[in-house]
């Protein structure tokens, strides 16, 4: 019997359960979430994009669940927050009309 049952909450309410040995550590739990990781939703580049919160703190990746006292042999739930993946910006460039052209507009600046 595994120590950990641990169920995975995303902010959407998605669920996903895993089991873990007692030496298992945040990282350990992070990498085997993401090999499993559920249809549908955005995949994450790795473990360090992806935050787990218990007890209302994240979770540091190099602790163990028994150096956090996760409880063993009942279901504990941990919040998941995947970082959002990172888009593509393009920057746009205004375009401003040759000199000349402005008019009146270049000229001068009212402040009040």
């Known amino acids: 019997m595994a120590d950990y049952q641990i169920k995975f909450m ?3 309410a998605t669920t996903m359960e895993e089991t873990f040995d007692s030496t298992v550590t945040v990282m350990d739990a992070k990498q085997r979430m993401i090999s499993n990781w559920p249809e ?3 995949p994450v580049s790795g473990a360090e994009d992806l935050k787990l919160i218990f007890g209302g703190k ?5 602790k163990s669940f028994e150096e956090l006292k ?3 042999g009942s279901q504990v739930i941990m919040h998941c927050q995947p970082r959002p993946p990172q888009q593509v910006r393009e920057e746009k460039v205004l375009a401003l009309p040759p000199p000349g052209q402005l008019g009146d507009q270049s000229r001068c600046c009212t402040i009040l």
């Open 10 to 12: 995303f902010a959407d």
């Open 58 to 62: 994240v979770l540091d990746n190099e």
């Open 70 to 72: 996760v409880v063993k």
């Open 40 to 42: 549908g939703k955005d």
